[in-house]
């Protein structure tokens, strides 16, 4: 594939694709905050939710997609429900813009890779939402492992918890799982790219056990990678709505030498206000979601791969599909381990 950088562009233009999702609002204000990128437009199928989105943001709205992308824009951020992601990409690659896509990238395997071969063949960059990546915790924990600091990774010990978001999240028909599906991917991801090497096989249990909901709120994932590393994952709806903070991603790394310790979201204050909760965790560590963002838009100035690619966002999915799979049948699941990119 051959991607052409905008180096020469003074500024980047870029269209949001629906506010379904509660992260497009932080992709709209990092925009706003990136010297040389500007939101041009959204467009949503919910009217109500796009003007209002678009007031917010000083920003047009656009009633139908096709006229966002006929507009003078770069790039979409798509943050639309998981089942449009196959659609609306391939509509963008089509005409030209490259495209960053909320997690998880599809719902099935075969949207996610005729999302990726659809932008290769336009020669567009797809870069998939994971933030975690760029946590200042989660660098240094690269860093560290690729150091060798605590020799070989034996095991990891995984957790993202969060609340229940309710909504289209909850609609199977919209979304294509619960907890499982959305809280799989951050962490299979980082995993990936921790270990740089491939998941083999997923035995999972996967339930609902904590909210009036027809779709699962909670699991338990055991994944053996290629090189034999064992990890476990929580990625459970498990916070109530009172929880000071919406969730967590946390990891226990061992290795022969030592263990590191990983909380993504430790760095916060905590307040307390008799106006609303009584308690609530405000973070005070980087924003993820704008250094996403900025990644992206480095990527498309230099004309080269996001940090995580469509590519990364297949194979994430690929272990929450697996989890489903195993949990259906009672066993463990081997993954296609012949996919490369």
Same mark, same amino acid.
């Given at each position: 594939?051959?991607?052409? *950088? ?13 506010? =379904? ?25 919910? $009217? ?6 678009? =007031? ?14 006929? /507009? ?13 992601? @196959? ?17 998880? +990238? =599809? ?15 336009? &020669? ?21 492992? %690729?150091? *060798?600091?605590?020799? @070989?990774?034996? $095991? ?5 918890? *969060? ?6 999240? +909850?609609?199977?028909? !919209? ?31 996967? %339930?609902? @056990?904590?909210? %009036? ?7 338990? !994932? ?5 090189? *034999? ?37 430790? #760095? ?16 005070? &560590?980087?924003?993820? %979601?704008?250094? !996403?963002? #900025?990644?992206?838009?480095? =990527?498309?100035? #230099?004309?080269?791969?996001? $940090? ?7 194979? /994430? ?10 949990? $259906? ?8 381990? &012949?996919?490369?990119?």
């Amino acid at each position: 594939m051959t991607q052409k *950088g905008l180096a020469g562009k003074n500024r980047i233009r870029f269209g949001i694709i629906s506010f =379904a999702h509660m992260h497009a609002a932080s992709y709209a204000r990092a925009l706003s905050e990136i010297p040389g990128a500007e939101l041009i437009g959204i467009y949503d199928d919910n $009217a109500n939710r796009g003007l209002s989105a678009a =007031a917010m943001h000083n920003t047009d709205y656009y009633d139908s997609l096709s006229d966002l992308l006929d /507009a003078d824009i770069h790039a979409v951020i798509v943050c639309s429900e998981n089942i449009k992601h @196959r659609d609306e990409v391939i509509q963008a690659a089509k005409a030209g813009k490259h495209i960053l896509c909320e997690k998880p +990238i =599809a719902t099935t395997s075969e949207d996610a890779i005729a999302m990726i071969e659809e932008c290769e063949r336009e &020669g567009v960059i797809l870069a998939t939402a994971f933030p975690v990546r760029h946590a200042p915790p989660v660098l240094r924990t690269k860093e560290l492992i %690729d150091s *060798g600091a605590i020799g @070989r990774v034996i $095991a990891v010990c995984a957790t993202n918890h *969060g609340r229940m978001p309710g909504g289209w999240f +909850i609609d199977r028909k !919209l979304s294509g799982g619960g907890a499982v599906l959305d809280h799989t991917v951050h962490v299979a991801d980082l995993l990936r790219w921790f270990l740089n090497d491939e998941v083999k096989t997923v035995y999972a249990e996967v %339930d609902t @056990r904590m909210h %009036d909901i027809d779709i699962d709120d909670c699991g338990m !994932l055991l994944m053996e990678f290629r090189n *034999g590393v064992f990890a476990t994952l929580d990625p459970s709806w498990s916070r109530p709505t009172a929880y000071p903070t919406w969730g967590d991603v946390t990891m226990e790394i061992v290795g022969t030498e030592g263990v590191i310790s990983l909380d993504v979201f430790a #760095q916060v204050l905590v307040e307390a206000n008799d106006s609303g909760p009584k308690v609530l965790y405000r973070n005070w &560590g980087d924003n993820m %979601d704008l250094l !996403l963002v #900025q990644d992206f838009v480095y =990527a498309i100035r #230099q004309g080269q791969k996001p $940090a995580a690619c469509g590519f990364d966002g297949l194979k /994430a999915l690929e272990v929450a599909i697996a989890a489903y799979e195993s949990a $259906a049948k009672g066993r463990p699941v081997q993954l296609n381990l &012949g996919q490369s990119h």
